[in-house]
């Protein structure tokens, strides 16, 4: 269990730093800034890197909306909910920390004008109100643990979840950025909205609200109509065809 919350921390950790450091660092820089195309990017790809080096180890959660939802969806025990969760947060709001330690070495810097914070109406990028926000974050939520539970199948091609995972969070943020600056993660909201002040803070409940239903309603659909159990002959023989090519690859480098 050490093991897992470690991973999880160090995970959530790097998603945020990544992600939220390249929009409040690296998206306006005079002249060479990456936009918003560059942090969808950053996000995507710290996604995709944490799954590779930290999935086998926790299953490479990162966000407590997938959590939620691997839990409906049949998947991740109940018992674990509450200690991911708390993990997840954690890790988000050092990986703030740190950004906040780093941004505020600039002059002029004011965390209050944005610091990678989700919000709604008059704080959304693009002055959205909050029934757009609700409706974006719901949508974007189900969509991304929908695409992580059918990479994650037993009959999904091995060795590709974390690909598919980083890609589909990639453009998560490329359609939601300019409506609420993109959540879709609970714990990526509650770390910068803690240096943001008290405008991110009093919208956070959304960045809760939506995220878990929508990983929930994503979760519950995949498991009672998507998703098709394996007859125990055909789980067998993947079971043993696996076993060949591992052995195979055993004696090829001998």
Excluded at 95 to 117: C, E, Q, R, T
Aim: glycine letters at 14%; a positive charge.
């Amino acid at each position: 269990m050490l093991r897992k919350l470690i991973a999880e921390f160090i995970g959530t950790f790097w998603l945020v730093l990544g992600g939220c450091g390249s929009a409040v660092l690296a998206a306006t820089f005079p002249e060479v800034g990456i936009g918003l195309t560059g942090v969808s990017l950053a996000f995507g790809l710290t996604v995709l890197t944490a799954s590779y080096a930290l999935g086998p180890i926790s299953g490479g959660h990162f966000n407590p909306a997938v959590t939620l939802g691997l839990w409906a969806g049949g998947r991740f025990p109940a018992k674990l909910i509450g200690p991911y969760m708390l993990i997840q947060v954690a890790g988000a709001i050092a990986a703030a920390a740190v950004l906040y330690a780093i941004a505020s070495g600039k002059p002029g810097f004011d965390a209050a004008a944005g610091f990678a914070a989700n919000g709604y109406g008059e704080h959304s990028p693009g002055n959205y109100a909050l029934g757009s926000a609700i409706i974006c974050e719901v949508v974007m939520t189900f969509m991304f643990v929908l695409v992580i539970l059918g990479a994650t199948h037993a009959r999904a091609p091995v060795g590709f979840a974390g690909l598919a995972i980083g890609l589909a969070l990639t453009l998560v943020h490329l359609v939601s950025i300019p409506v609420t600056n993109t959540s879709v993660n609970p714990a990526r909201s509650t770390g910068p909205a803690l240096f943001a002040g008290a405008w991110a803070v009093s919208q956070l409940w959304l960045f809760w609200l939506a995220p878990l239903l929508g990983g929930t309603l994503a979760g519950a659909l995949y498991r009672t109509l998507l998703e098709r159990e394996e007859s125990p002959s055909v789980t067998g023989e993947r079971r043993t065809m696996r076993g060949e090519r591992r052995g195979a690859l055993v004696t090829a480098h001998r």
